[in-house]
């Protein structure tokens, strides 16, 4: 895992930019502290920063290979899972390898394949590859976003890296947002709608798109999207070959060069992925796994059921523990820690985010990152297999909204009326579009139409704020997190999936809780989902309440512009009035207020301007 970037500019010349590239490259250190490297032409810079997990040798980039009187030069952000598969084909067709990186088989496949290597690809990546005769660039990301890849194009020339910051660290990129930026971070945030980046003119690349850029500009292609097809398999075959997918996905994303453990919160992804990875280590006696676990100080004493978390994990962590016979670490974060680093969590997202979700994330992974260099996750599972219940509620499933948002009112309020004009428009026209996007069959029922649509909701939205997430608190800290619930194979199979067979017996993941019978305990199997575990502590409530009211104080503040303070207070007031999520459930009163505060934290440190203001 790395952080990428470069800067064509086919109307000068960039050697002389060597102090703007290195302020480009040191923005990226967090994400590759190993080494780092920069290939510098007339026309073109690449930039990499990497962190070393295979082949430290020969895996070194910005990667030149030749082929004829051609020469190709890649930076690379990711993991491939079919490095051994791509490169005995390429070996076969009498290509040879210097190492074993899968920097390596990546370039050559692409100087063979050309854009159709994508198609072979199985793995999470964003990489650029700069084809030196030709005189263009081939830029592309992974089919679900696991990596990101932000661009900037203006007067023939084009910036594009892995943070929106490494963009803002070249002056052609103002730090100005408009109103459907405004509509972004106030409507839809911290989800962001699929290739936006929010600032004026920064731009993602979709997942499943690649991307040629040249002297007569860019063009981008889709080179892989959910396509509906009949689901011929019954029961019994459909749980054979999920349990053979999620166990080639796991075995798949153990390699490495360098340590590696799991997160375990004893819910069912987590333990399916931590059971799997200790039976491998066993069977090639790698010795014992190490899993970690986080909580908060003193969240047993303050834990409330609810329909969202109905029971707390601890005892079914030791279960698994006992189990796997894993080294468990558990992380207990400190509440004022925990509000503390909010800001960071901004800082390494670069955008307003899931508040104290990202917060505890950032610092959970801050502490796995002083033991390991590589972990594995079990995120994703519930959006592809229905695990929210926002599945299974027949009232909030039919509604024409995005179910973790379901209301704008709040967000409406929050916000001055003044700045946005068509907000209620602006969301609807997002949420549409995904509607229009979802492949369906002629003789799909009701239900099966609308579980496709909701796949697509949140695959394509909540899915990828979680994914943000994961990627940017995980790389702040030097840490790969890999999550191989995305394996598009897992993906492309869920999605043709009869809503009867996805939710067998009635359960959120029911088809994968059939798979994983007699692998893992029953307790565990049939476990009602719990989501990742959030601070129930008052304490934290009281610190991020203190901490906004100081902020009202502070008169010359942007967010004094743009910010309804009665709500604001009223919300510090009377947190239980405001029971409609933010944003999923794990966003309430607390986190709306730290919502608030990511803002002023996001508008300050990143010198944002706003039209109009």
């Known amino acids: 895992m790395c952080g990428i970037a470069g800067w064509i500019d086919y109307n000068k010349n960039l050697r002389s930019k060597e102090n703007i590239i290195d302020k480009m490259s040191k923005t990226l250190i967090n994400r590759g502290p190993d080494a780092h490297g920069v290939y510098l032409k007339e026309k073109i810079c690449l930039i990499h920063r990497r962190l070393i997990v295979v082949d430290p040798e020969h895996g070194t980039q910005p990667m030149t290979l030749e082929k004829g009187n051609n020469k190709y030069t890649m930076v690379y952000n990711g993991e491939l899972y079919n490095t051994e598969d791509l490169r005995k084909e390429l070996l076969n067709y009498g290509y040879d390898f210097r190492g074993h990186s899968d920097t390596e088989v990546l370039l050559t496949a692409f100087i063979h394949w050309k854009e159709s290597c994508l198609e072979k690809l199985n793995g999470i990546y964003a990489f650029a590859i700069w084809d030196e005769k030709e005189e263009k660039l081939f830029m592309a990301r992974d089919r679900m976003g696991v990596k990101p890849l932000f661009f900037y194009i203006n007067n023939g020339s084009m910036i594009f890296g892995s943070q929106i910051k490494t963009l803002l660290a070249n002056p052609l990129v103002k730090p100005v947002i408009d109103e459907q930026g405004l509509s972004e971070i106030f409507l839809l945030g911290p989800g962001r709608t699929s290739g936006q980046g929010i600032i004026k003119g920064i731009k993602e690349l979709k997942p499943g798109e690649y991307a040629i850029f040249d002297e007569n500009g860019l063009k981008i292609k889709t080179y892989w999207k959910l396509k509906a097809k009949e689901h011929l398999d019954d029961i019994n075959t459909t749980v054979e070959k999920m349990r053979f997918l999620i166990k080639d996905a796991v075995k798949r994303q153990l390699v490495s060069d360098v340590s590696l453990c799991c997160f375990l919160s004893g819910g069912l ?8 990875a200790a039976k491998e280590y066993k069977a090639n006696n790698k010795g014992k796994l190490h899993t970690y676990s986080v909580d908060y100080v003193d969240n047993q004493q303050y834990f409330k059921a609810s329909l969202f978390q109905p029971n707390s994990d601890k005892t079914y962590i030791n279960m698994m523990v006992n189990q796997i016979d894993s080294i468990h670490h558990e992380v207990i974060i400190d509440n004022s820690l925990l509000a503390d680093a909010l800001e960071d969590a901004v800082i390494a997202r670069d955008l307003p985010g899931m508040a104290d979700i990202d917060s505890s994330l950032l610092l959970f992974c801050k502490e796995v990152k002083k033991d390991f260099t590589v972990a594995i996750s079990g995120e994703c599972a519930d959006e592809i297999f229905g695990g929210y219940p926002w599945y299974h509620n027949k009232d909030i499933l039919f509604q024409e909204t995005f179910p973790w948002s379901p209301s704008l009112e709040l967000r409406k309020s929050i916000l001055k009326k003044e700045f946005i004009k068509n907000g209620e428009e602006y969301v609807k026209e997002q949420y549409e579009n995904t509607i229009r996007n979802t492949d369906t069959l002629p003789n799909d029922s009701k239900l099966d139409i609308r ?13 990828q704020t979680l994914l943000d997430r994961k990627d940017r608190m995980s790389m702040y800290n030097g840490l790969e997190v890999r999550v191989p619930f995305c394996d598009h194979r897992i993906v492309e199979y869920a999605y043709n999936m009869p809503w009867e067979i996805k939710a067998l017996d009635g359960r959120e993941k029911g088809i994968v809780r059939k798979a994983m019978e007699g692998i893992l305990p029953e307790e565990i199997v049939w476990r009602k989902k719990s989501p990742y575990p959030k601070t129930h502590n008052p304490k934290y409530f009281k610190k991020v309440s203190e901490e906004v ?14 910010i309804n303070w009665d709500i604001v207070k009223d919300i510090i007031v009377n947190p239980n009035k405001y029971t409609h999520p933010w944003y999923g459930q794990l966003m309430t009163a607390p986190q709306m207020l730290a919502y608030i505060l990511q803002v002023h934290i996001w508008l300050e440190n990143f010198n944002i301007e706003v039209e109009g203001i």
């Open 269 to 276: 992804d987590s333990s399916i992925i931590s059971n799997l």
């Open 549 to 562: 009211k100081a902020l009202y104080n502070k008169k010359n503040s942007l967010i004094h512009e743009l």
């Open 451 to 463: 579980m496709k649509q909701m796949f697509m909701l949140n695959i394509n939205w909540f899915m």
